[in-house]
């Protein structure tokens, strides 16, 4: 059908970023449920008599159900839609996060159960960000997804550098598992409100004007520059390109970069606080405090590194825009991590390794937006296997940094972290987001975005 763009229904401000906002409280709300573990290990391992190293072993637990089930996660977000998939998933959430806090010290095993919870937890959590993938494809045009997954991935700064001083706050209070009863009611209620406030498609929101679908759609008629064309939604049940997108250099070089990626950033979200607490000899409130700076920088760096995304890709082509961030940060945060870990005192290493966490991720977006970029409507599946393979090096990071750190030292530990960011960077160097790996991937869009 063919639209005006000066129609009288204009939206301010646009839905598309109402709906976006509230994925970025989602991502917020997830990262407390993962992170929360983190706050409250010091007293987990202590009421259930564990040591670090058996407690990265419950934190990788949830690492592994989320990796496993990123790509059904990603089929089922491109089949039903992310609308549905997102509102499962917190639902889900809610129930292993209460579980979390019931499983007793005393039973049989309890180490082994409380592991399967987590592992359940991250089931659940996996469908975040493939959905959220999904949407932005949907809902926003090649210009602009920079700017949406930053705002998205700022939720996880905000989300992790929350949670230090709430959940410790709450323990304080009222014990460790009060923490997660908190988690399960924030998840049904983002939950809810998602389900009442989201569509799949623009075209089925009450709420979106022409004007918001002209500009979604982004496709101009030739002959007339205020007229669009709007183009229908693709069938969902299409046949996924496997064999291209497994043999995609592109995807590889993601999903091997988003490893290092994960990796450095589980450092921050599995151990940072025990890091200050137990080797920088800050108490509990001090190492709270400490805690919240990574994740203040990561959202900065998020937000930001989305926005200078879009910035770069607008005005020297699209290679240069979602590339060359990405193989920067990952490269000083290398520098920064060893840095950090070399500091003499509590506060300059903590105030460094917080930059190093910001810099980290300034990349963020670029990931997801390159995935978009080259898959088109198979974004569920392409995002889930880069993710896949980033929370897999998260579930590396989480049970070997106490292993590294018990037999060599911390600072062994943040030196192979760094190791693993510099090969991160290198792995940008062959990413090519102009090749697409599956149907109305970027190829078939570039001339719709004003990009080139």
């Given at each position: 059908?063919?639209?005006?763009?000066?129609?009288?229904?204009?939206?301010?401000?646009?839905?598309?970023?109402?709906?976006?906002?509230?994925?970025?409280?989602?991502?917020?709300?997830?990262?407390?449920?993962?992170?929360?573990?983190?706050?409250?290990?010091?007293?987990?391992?202590?009421?259930?008599?564990?040591?670090?190293?058996?407690?990265?072993?419950?934190?990788?637990?949830?690492?592994?159900?989320?990796?496993?089930?990123?790509?059904?996660?990603?089929?089922?977000?491109?089949?039903?839609?992310?609308?549905?998939?997102?509102?499962?998933?917190?639902?889900?959430?809610?129930?292993?996060?209460?579980?979390?806090?019931?499983?007793?010290?005393?039973?049989?095993?309890?180490?082994?159960?409380?592991?399967?919870?987590?592992?359940?937890?991250?089931?659940?959590?996996?469908?975040?960000?493939?959905?959220?993938?999904?949407?932005?494809?949907?809902?926003?045009?090649?210009?602009?997804?920079?700017?949406?997954?930053?705002?998205?991935?700022?939720?996880?700064?905000?989300?992790?550098?929350?949670?230090?001083?709430?959940?410790?706050?709450?323990?304080?209070?009222?014990?460790?598992?009060?923490?997660?009863?908190?988690?399960?009611?924030?998840?049904?209620?983002?939950?809810?409100?998602?389900?009442?406030?989201?569509?799949?498609?623009?075209?089925?929101?009450?709420?979106v004007g022409e004007a918001e679908k002209v500009r979604i759609a982004g496709v101009q008629n030739q002959s007339s520059p205020s007229v669009v064309r709007v183009e229908p939604t693709r069938d969902a049940k299409r046949s996924i390109p496997w064999t291209k997108i497994f043999t995609s250099k592109e995807v590889f070089a993601l999903t091997m970069s988003y490893f290092a990626f994960v990796y450095v950033a589980w450092i921050f979200f599995a151990w940072f606080y025990i890091y200050m607490a137990q080797v920088r000899g800050l108490n509990l409130k001090a190492s709270a405090v400490f805690s919240m700076l990574p994740f203040i920088a990561m959202t900065i760096g998020c937000f930001g590194g989305g926005t200078v995304s879009?910035?770069?890709?607008?005005?020297?082509?699209?290679?240069?825009?979602?590339?060359?961030?990405?193989?920067?940060?990952?490269?000083?945060?290398?520098?920064?991590?060893?840095?950090?870990?070399?500091?003499?005192?509590?506060?300059?290493?903590?105030?460094?390794?917080?930059?190093?966490?910001?810099?980290?991720?300034?990349?963020?977006?670029?990931?997801?937006?390159?995935?978009?970029?080259?898959?088109?409507?198979?974004?569920?599946?392409?995002?889930?296997?880069?993710?896949?393979?980033?929370?897999?090096?998260?579930?590396?990071?989480?049970?070997?940094?106490?292993?590294?750190?018990?037999?060599?030292?911390?600072?062994?530990?943040?030196?192979?972290?760094?190791?693993?960011?510099?090969?991160?960077?290198?792995?940008?160097?062959?990413?090519?987001?102009?090749?697409?790996?599956?149907?109305?991937?970027?190829?078939?869009?570039?001339?719709?975005?004003?990009?080139?």
């Amino acid at each position: 059908m063919h639209v005006n763009s000066n129609h009288r229904y204009r939206n301010f401000p646009p839905i598309r970023y109402l709906l976006v906002l509230w994925l970025f409280v989602m991502s917020a709300v997830a990262f407390l449920d993962r992170t929360n573990i983190s706050i409250a290990g010091v007293h987990i391992s202590r009421e259930y008599a564990v040591d670090n190293t058996h407690l990265g072993w419950v934190f990788s637990a949830f690492l592994i159900g989320y990796a496993i089930f990123q790509v059904p996660a990603g089929l089922l977000a491109r089949r039903i839609g992310p609308r549905y998939v997102l509102t499962l998933g917190m639902a889900w959430c809610s129930i292993f996060a209460a579980l979390t806090a019931l499983v007793p010290p005393t039973l049989r095993g309890a180490l082994l159960v409380l592991a399967l919870v987590r592992f359940g937890l991250g089931v659940g959590e996996a469908t975040m960000y493939p959905a959220a993938s999904q949407f932005v494809a949907r809902w926003f045009p090649v210009g602009e997804r920079g700017k949406a997954n930053g705002l998205i991935f700022a939720g996880v700064g905000i989300g992790a550098g929350l949670t230090p001083p709430l959940v410790t706050g709450i323990i304080l209070r009222h014990g460790w598992r009060a923490a997660f009863w908190f988690s399960a009611v924030i998840d049904v209620t983002v939950s809810l409100v998602w389900y009442l406030a989201a569509r799949d498609n623009p075209a089925e929101h009450p709420l979106v004007g022409e004007a918001e679908k002209v500009r979604i759609a982004g496709v101009q008629n030739q002959s007339s520059p205020s007229v669009v064309r709007v183009e229908p939604t693709r069938d969902a049940k299409r046949s996924i390109p496997w064999t291209k997108i497994f043999t995609s250099k592109e995807v590889f070089a993601l999903t091997m970069s988003y490893f290092a990626f994960v990796y450095v950033a589980w450092i921050f979200f599995a151990w940072f606080y025990i890091y200050m607490a137990q080797v920088r000899g800050l108490n509990l409130k001090a190492s709270a405090v400490f805690s919240m700076l990574p994740f203040i920088a990561m959202t900065i760096g998020c937000f930001g590194g989305g926005t200078v995304s879009d910035w770069i890709a607008a005005r020297f082509g699209l290679r240069a825009g979602r590339c060359l961030l990405p193989a920067l940060s990952l490269g000083l945060t290398a520098i920064l991590l060893v840095t950090g870990s070399r500091a003499h005192t509590a506060v300059s290493a903590g105030i460094t390794l917080a930059c190093g966490a910001g810099v980290l991720y300034i990349s963020q977006s670029g990931f997801w937006a390159v995935s978009a970029d080259i898959a088109g409507e198979n974004v569920g599946v392409v995002s889930a296997i880069m993710n896949m393979g980033g929370q897999l090096g998260g579930a590396c990071s989480a049970s070997l940094t106490p292993l590294i750190a018990a037999h060599v030292g911390w600072e062994m530990s943040f030196v192979t972290a760094a190791s693993i960011a510099a090969l991160g960077a290198a792995g940008w160097l062959i990413i090519d987001p102009m090749k697409a790996c599956g149907e109305g991937g970027i190829n078939s869009m570039m001339t719709h975005s004003g990009i080139r």
